[in-house]
């Protein structure tokens, strides 16, 4: 069985258009314990320069771009396999008046020049990538030598461990096994993968949690992605109602006995130079 993670049909389904992965870019801004001040948290360790060049692999819908457009860089190059994430990011781009280009490509094979750009993001994408060490490798290839700088970020492996723990023991309940959750693939305990291809890799870790006053506020993010985390999920969705029913009544009574349901969700990134 192909995991979730790399799955080309889960991958349609989370990607192939804007809406779920916009409701958990906004779950992250409102329910969160610490300020929403993540964007500037990842660029402040990719220290980009006024006039640099950087390219943003995995872009998604370009969420990161204003923010590091805003420190002066001279372009963007979004990179995302999804027609739907490009056609979003370059969207905002015209919009917004940025130096932005989006293009569809792979991150294990980046139809890029060599030694081309000062800096590289890949956020939160690297679990969805089937040879993550080319991409790593591709990575490294396009930045310039020696001091171009890249930032991946990553959660942590307990990341959203209370909900995944509700999950698991509904979907038990109703007959379904449970699958891991995505981040398994990569997340902040991948240090020696990252080390491979970037020797002086850097660690950070940034904790935080999200803080739901309400079941529904919780379950419309369970239900852009973590519900479906169960194996031979049927096709017709038939699964979604019974798990969202029992997963609302465990969180419901959480937020009866404690007011708030909180979850952790710490996250991370690894950062490096090219050498």
Same mark, same amino acid.
Not at 44 to 59: E, I, K, S, T
Not at 243 to 268: C, H, M, N, W
Not at 269 to 274: D, H, L, R, S
């Given at each position: ?19 779920? &992965? ?6 992250? @801004? +409102?329910?969160?314990? +610490? ?11 990719? @220290? ?19 923010? &590091?457009?805003?420190?002066?860089? +001279?372009?963007? &190059? ?7 994430? *490009? ?5 905002? $781009? ?13 991150? @294990? ?8 750009? /000062? %800096? ?11 040879? @993550? ?13 020696? /001091? ?6 990553? $959660? ?5 461990? +209370? ?10 309940? #109703? ?6 959750? *995505? ?5 902040? /305990? ?11 890799? =850097? ?25 479906? $985390?169960? =194996?031979?999920?049927? $096709? ?7 798990? &969202?029913? #029992? ?27 090219? %050498?």
């Amino acid at each position: 069985m192909v995991e979730r993670a790399i799955d080309p049909v889960y991958l349609s389904e989370q990607y192939g258009t804007e809406e779920r &992965l916009r409701i958990r870019i906004e779950t992250h @801004q +409102r329910y969160s314990e +610490r300020a929403d001040d993540y964007f500037d948290w990842i660029l402040d360790r990719l @220290q980009p320069r006024p006039g640099d060049l950087v390219v943003d692999v995995g872009c998604g819908v370009g969420s990161i771009h204003p923010a &590091l457009c805003a420190r002066g860089v +001279r372009a963007v &190059l979004g990179v995302d396999v999804s027609k739907a994430m *490009v056609q979003a990011s370059q969207r905002q $781009a015209n919009e917004r008046g940025l130096p932005v280009i989006a293009i569809e490509a792979d991150a @294990q094979a980046l139809p890029l020049p060599d030694d081309a750009y /000062d %800096g590289a993001m890949a956020n939160h994408m690297l679990f969805h990538v089937p040879d @993550q060490p080319a991409a790593l490798r591709e990575l490294r290839r396009v930045l310039r030598k020696p /001091d171009g700088r890249v930032v991946l970020t990553a $959660a942590a492996p307990e990341h959203r461990s +209370r909900l995944r723990e509700i999950h698991n023991l509904a979907a038990k309940d #109703l007959g379904y096994t449970p699958t891991d959750s *995505v981040v398994h693939r990569f997340n902040l /305990d991948h240090l020696d993968l990252v080390r491979e291809t970037f020797p002086n890799v =850097e660690l950070f870790v940034r904790e935080d949690a999200f803080l739901f006053p309400t079941a529904d506020a919780a379950l419309r993010y369970y239900a852009s992605g973590a519900i479906d $985390a169960i =194996e031979d999920r049927p $096709a017709d969705g038939s699964h979604r109602a019974s798990l &969202l029913a #029992l997963v609302g009544e465990r969180i419901q009574e959480i937020v009866r006995s404690e007011g708030v349901f909180r979850d952790p969700k710490d996250t991370g990134c690894f950062a490096a130079t090219a %050498g």
